[in-house]
């Protein structure tokens, strides 16, 4: 059934959130959150914990209603059709809860009927599923006695189980050591092109590597999206290099400016044995001028260079300035509305 | 509904692998087996004027009363403190279905341990050898009050359990519950409601005289607002046990 919706639409996104907006006696949870995920894309949802993450989830996968605003799952309004958009999502919770007392492949039976999967098809499907996650040799072990990798493999298995175009996963890897991590990335990224994901997540470099697009979310509002390399760009807005060198700070001022006018001392570290200091320097250009510095510091006499190199922020370094920036905007008080919706400009991109 | 089925084999099957069920089982066995002991025994000492089906049957509020919280505490609360009931809830499968299904569930077990003392009296029979010591009448009519309180008081606890994640205050509050109803026999008696204001209360009360539809089914008389009594009471239960999760799901 999700396959015949899948061809009968296939160029509308896979996702559409407008405006979406919840509230639990008075407390906005999600504020005026939009996003869009387009068919066979991996979305990272990233914000720190009471950001609106599960929520957002949650409304999507039609378990909480919405106080304002529109989701839409393939196109099928959320709100009016929640029982069609379950069969068009797979879900795996926070913390991934399973029955303690059944063998996982009568959990994933079960979850198969469930899903309304034929019973012909279920058998087949249970096995590529055990296959795909590596549970074949736990399939008849009970759940509640499986490590918490495993236990992570089996709603991982369940939320992929009817092949839903849309899979929403809550933090998959949390717990998990980085050969489990290593898989789980691996899971997720063979069903690139074919089913939309959304993960959220706090280990960012897994986010980096595993998603197309990430979309930060602080204070039930989002911060910007766009591909690590764009929110780079956009969030941390200059280039860092890493400067090894001797000699007198104040006149490498004049030095730098000579080079590139941009070019500021950011940060500086504590000499050395040998009189060799780490420097970090920003700028504005985009472009690389490590080479023009090097041969600019490297001719002048006055100093001496041991070592250059690009710093490349990482997107925990995105995320930690971004969140703080949305944070700094919705503290501070009486802040004039324009500034507010500053925050989720990126969003339009 | 189409889910409804799923769910209550695989609720009836989590039922009949849990050991809990089978302690249950003996426990209950064991209390209606000594109070079957003492009556024969009673009526072979002495010749008694009623059938010893309704002593027996008279007897059903203690079984209800720990039986049934043991039997539906666990359905709702532990899918919430889990968190399974969001895995439920986010297939293709409405809070209804979830709700009828463990109803189902807990009342099939709770027909299904009633029916095992239909052995006593097998037993009886069997070594009496005289059919003529067998009322038959007021075991079918014990047994169909049993089938048709049931209805209410397994709701009951299936509503005690969506009200907390707890399984013990979910026991508890419905051991309360129905101690409450059972309880309304004997309020009846009382002056307490002999004042004009409590009128519409006392008749209320009057119709839910448990122990009273307990002799009327032994005698046969199958009174249709009896019937709707416990209809209605299950389908309220029900009913409240849904609108109640949703409500939760709504402020989770």
């Given at each position: 059934m999700p396959d015949d919706s899948t061809q009968t639409v296939p160029?509308?996104?896979?996702i559409e959130v407008q405006n979406l907006v919840k509230s639990y006696a008075g407390f906005?949870?999600?504020?005026n959150v939009s996003f869009t995920v387009r068919r066979g894309e991996i979305l990272g949802f990233l914000g720190p914990n009471g950001a609106g993450k599960s929520t957002t989830m949650r409304i999507l996968t039609g378990y909480l209603p919405a106080t304002s605003g529109a989701a839409r799952v393939c196109d099928i309004p959320v709100a009016t059709h929640p029982e069609e958009v379950k069969r068009l999502i797979g879900y795996m919770p926070e913390n991934n809860p399973l029955p303690e007392d059944m063998r996982v492949s009568e959990y994933l039976h079960y979850r198969g009927r469930l899903k309304e999967l034929r019973r012909r098809k279920l058998t087949s499907r249970i096995a590529e599923v055990m296959e795909l996650c590596d549970l074949g040799r736990e399939r008849h072990r009970i759940i509640g006695k499986l490590s918490k990798g495993f236990r992570q493999r089996v709603g991982i298995a369940e939320a992929i189980l009817s092949e839903p175009p849309v899979i929403i996963m809550d933090e998959p890897t949390i717990g998990l050591d980085p050969h489990q991590i290593q898989l789980v990335r691996d899971l997720i990224a063979s069903l690139r092109g074919r089913m939309s994901v959304i993960i959220s997540s706090h280990i960012l470099p897994e986010i980096e590597v595993t998603c197309d697009r990430v979309l930060i979310i602080n204070q039930g509002r989002v911060v910007t999206m766009g591909t690590p390399a764009e929110l780079r760009r956009d969030i941390i807005g200059h280039s860092v290099y890493k400067l090894e060198i001797s000699g007198d700070l104040d006149l490498l001022s004049s030095a730098l400016t000579a080079v590139e006018p941009t070019l500021k001392i950011s940060e500086t570290n504590a000499p050395d044995a040998d009189g060799f200091r780490a420097l970090y320097l920003t700028t504005d250009r985009d472009d690389p001028i490590g080479e023009q510095l090097m041969r600019s510091l490297g001719a002048d006499a006055r100093f001496r260079l041991r070592g250059l190199v690009r710093e490349h922020p990482t997107l925990e370094d995105v995320f930690l300035v971004a969140t703080r920036r949305s944070r700094d905007i919705i503290d501070t008080p009486k802040a004039p509305k324009g500034r507010n919706s500053k925050s989720q400009t990126p969003n339009s991109k | 509904m189409r889910h409804f089925f799923t769910i209550l084999s695989h609720e009836i099957r989590m039922l009949l692998v849990n050991p809990g069920t089978y302690i249950a089982g003996v426990f209950f066995l064991a209390v209606m087996g000594s109070i079957f002991v003492d009556l024969v025994t009673a009526y072979s000492a002495a010749p008694q004027e009623i059938s010893p089906a309704t002593v027996f049957f008279r007897l059903f509020w203690v079984p209800v009363l720990f039986m049934v919280p043991l039997l539906t505490m666990k359905s709702i609360s532990e899918e919430r403190r889990h968190g399974t009931l969001e895995t439920l809830l986010t297939s293709p499968v409405s809070t209804a279905e979830v709700v009828l299904g463990k109803y189902g569930a807990a009342y099939f077990l709770y027909i299904l341990l009633w029916g095992s003392t239909a052995v006593f009296f097998y037993i009886l029979q069997k070594y009496a050898g005289d059919l003529r010591f067998f009322d038959r009448g007021p075991l079918i009519g014990g047994y169909l009050f049993i089938a048709v309180s049931g209805l209410f008081f397994v709701g009951i606890g299936i509503f005690a359990s969506s009200l907390s994640r707890n399984q013990a205050v979910s026991g508890f509050l419905c051991f309360t519950l129905l101690a409450l109803i059972l309880g309304l026999n004997f309020v009846s008696?009382?002056?307490?409601?002999?004042?004009e204001t409590l009128s519409p209360f006392k008749s209320v009360v009057q119709r839910a005289q448990i122990f009273q539809h307990l002799d009327d089914f032994s005698r046969g008389i199958i009174d249709t607002r009896q019937l709707l009594f416990y209809a209605s009471g299950a389908t309220l239960t029900l009913i409240l046990s849904i609108l109640g999760l949703e409500a939760k799901i709504l402020h989770s």
């Open positions: 160029t509308s996104p896979a906005l949870a999600v504020n | 008696d009382t002056d307490l409601l002999s004042s």
